[in-house]
């Protein structure tokens, strides 16, 4: 190895349906409570940490409009203060955020279509909200990824994708250490972006729970015949599961885990060191060319390569079909709508709601949680497909 040094990029992804937290926190407060203290865990961890911690966060829209939200906001006011949240997330050093879809789909299970507005509002919102952030990298929902994203993510300023490494091939020759462990380029027609490579069973240990001794030493011996730096790349969801939700000091991820490694590394006793991906790039470069199969992260009982999670069963087949009808129909009138010129502020206000009632069903908890969830696909596309009859009325 050229260095002993090896980096590692943690990702931690925090998302809640809409409506989710506000159910929680009226008929499940505990549930809720565990969510809310998690996610306050995160800047009150790193507080303290601006030399050597080093976290990207990603928020779907969905979380921030709840947080943002002034009666949820009084509501949640006896476990977090959510405008502190916020604010410490959008503004400590040892964070950078990512951006994401709005409505948290699965992209490639969505028609494209839709694909610009969940990523421009979401943007939209990160720039209200987080006005001075600059936000380079990608979290794709569900790590949900198709080569025919590329060039809208290029339009939308991105410079990097987070990928999981069950579906990254290589286009330039080279081992199985440098496809994972090295930012690659991956092209589609003219456009092209930097690819990261989540480690899967790496990250299956950072969301499961593992020793911090246990886990150094994993690395150890995949990175040990790297002939360079390599760039360790861990990814899981930071609200959910006992690991992240235990409030018992000493229990949880932050005090069990990130602590201990940060004190090893402020002593010099650890060769894992937490760095931005935006950093290593700019020391390390990029290595090589690689292709991207369509696919998500593993849900743990399904590999994420074919989906399986959001569209096995024959429900969620019709609801995603029923989606693309509707989508189809909402653009095709929102075109109208603009060939036209049309300024009737009813019309407008209609078609605006089928649009966003449409991009919201498309939420990928809709499909993850099968047929017990699919019907709230269906609730927001009756609604869409209502403001279309009546905006129908208005082109007449």
Same mark, same amino acid.
Request: negative net charge.
């Given at each position: 190895?050229?260095?002993?040094?090896?980096?590692?990029?943690?990702?931690?992804?925090?998302?809640?349906?809409?409506?989710?937290? #506000?159910?929680?926190?009226?008929?499940?407060?505990?549930?809720?409570?565990?969510?809310?203290?998690?996610?306050?865990?995160?800047?009150?961890?790193?507080?303290?940490?601006?030399?050597?911690?080093?976290?990207?966060? +990603?928020?779907?829209? =969905?979380?921030? #409009?709840?947080?943002?939200?002034?009666?949820?906001?009084?509501?949640?006011?006896?476990?977090?203060?959510?405008?502190?949240?916020? $604010?410490?997330?959008?503004? &400590? &050093?040892?964070?950078?955020?990512?951006?994401?879809?709005?409505?948290?789909?699965?992209? *490639?299970?969505?028609? *494209?279509?839709?694909?610009?507005?969940?990523?421009?509002?979401?943007?939209?919102?990160?720039?209200? !909200?987080?006005?001075?952030?600059?936000?380079?990298?990608?979290?794709?929902?569900?790590?949900?990824?198709?080569?025919?994203?590329?060039?809208?993510?290029?339009?939308?300023?991105?410079?990097?994708?987070?990928?999981?490494?069950?579906?990254?091939?290589?286009?330039?020759?080279?081992?199985? #250490?440098?496809?994972?462990?090295?930012?690659?380029?991956?092209?589609?027609?003219? /456009?092209?972006?930097?690819?990261?490579?989540?480690?899967?069973?790496?990250?299956? !240990?950072?969301?499961?729970? =593992? $020793? @911090?001794?246990?886990?150094?030493?994993?690395?150890?011996?995949? =990175?040990?015949?790297?002939?360079?730096?390599? @760039?360790?790349?861990?990814?899981?969801?930071?609200?959910?599961?006992?690991?992240?939700?235990?409030?018992?000091?000493?229990?949880?991820?932050?005090?069990?885990?990130?602590? *201990?490694?940060?004190?090893?590394?402020?002593?010099?006793?650890?060769?894992?060191?937490?760095?931005?991906?935006? /950093?290593?790039?700019? &020391?390390?470069?990029?290595?090589?060319?690689?292709?991207?199969?369509?696919?998500?992260?593993?849900?743990?009982?399904?590999?994420?390569?074919?989906?399986? &999670?959001?569209?096995?069963?024959?429900?969620?087949?019709?609801?995603? =079909?029923?989606?693309?009808?509707?989508?189809?129909?909402?653009?095709?009138?929102?075109?109208?709508?603009?060939?036209?010129? +049309?300024?009737?502020?009813?019309?407008?206000?209609?078609?605006? #709601?089928?649009?966003?009632?449409?991009?919201?069903?498309?939420? +990928?908890?809709?499909?993850?949680?099968?047929?017990?969830?699919?019907?709230?696909?269906?609730?927001?596309?009756?609604?869409?497909?209502?403001?279309?009859?009546?905006?129908?009325?208005?082109?007449?």
């Amino acid at each position: 190895m050229t260095d002993n040094t090896l980096y590692h990029a943690l990702v931690l992804n925090l998302h809640q349906p809409a409506g989710n937290l #506000e159910h929680l926190l009226a008929y499940n407060e505990p549930e809720a409570r565990d969510i809310l203290l998690a996610m306050e865990r995160i800047p009150r961890t790193l507080r303290n940490e601006q030399e050597f911690g080093r976290l990207h966060l +990603s928020l779907s829209g =969905t979380l921030l #409009e709840t947080l943002n939200h002034p009666e949820f906001q009084n509501r949640a006011s006896g476990i977090v203060d959510c405008d502190a949240l916020l $604010d410490q997330l959008g503004s &400590q &050093q040892a964070i950078e955020l990512l951006g994401t879809g709005y409505y948290y789909p699965v992209l *490639p299970l969505v028609p *494209p279509a839709d694909w610009e507005a969940h990523l421009e509002r979401w943007q939209r919102c990160a720039r209200r !909200l987080f006005p001075n952030s600059g936000i380079e990298g990608f979290w794709p929902p569900e790590m949900g990824f198709c080569m025919e994203m590329i060039p809208l993510l290029r339009r939308c300023g991105y410079t990097f994708v987070l990928v999981d490494s069950e579906h990254v091939q290589p286009v330039t020759p080279m081992g199985w #250490e440098a496809l994972r462990y090295r930012p690659h380029v991956a092209r589609f027609g003219d /456009d092209e972006i930097v690819v990261i490579v989540r480690d899967r069973e790496l990250s299956s !240990l950072q969301a499961n729970g =593992t $020793d @911090l001794d246990g886990f150094l030493r994993e690395i150890q011996a995949r =990175t040990q015949d790297c002939d360079f730096t390599p @760039l360790v790349t861990t990814c899981s969801d930071g609200e959910n599961g006992d690991w992240f939700r235990n409030a018992t000091p000493g229990g949880n991820f932050w005090d069990a885990f990130y602590q *201990p490694l940060l004190n090893q590394v402020r002593a010099g006793a650890s060769m894992l060191r937490p760095v931005f991906i935006r /950093d290593y790039i700019e &020391q390390f470069g990029v290595f090589g060319e690689v292709t991207v199969g369509s696919g998500a992260w593993n849900t743990g009982w399904n590999d994420g390569r074919d989906f399986m &999670q959001w569209a096995g069963t024959q429900a969620q087949k019709n609801a995603l =079909t029923r989606l693309d009808e509707v989508s189809q129909a909402v653009q095709a009138a929102l075109q109208d709508a603009t060939s036209i010129g +049309s300024r009737n502020p009813e019309l407008l206000n209609l078609l605006e #709601e089928a649009h966003w009632r449409v991009l919201r069903s498309e939420t +990928s908890c809709n499909f993850f949680w099968g047929d017990a969830w699919v019907m709230r696909c269906h609730a927001d596309l009756d609604q869409a497909c209502e403001c279309l009859e009546r905006a129908n009325a208005c082109f007449a």
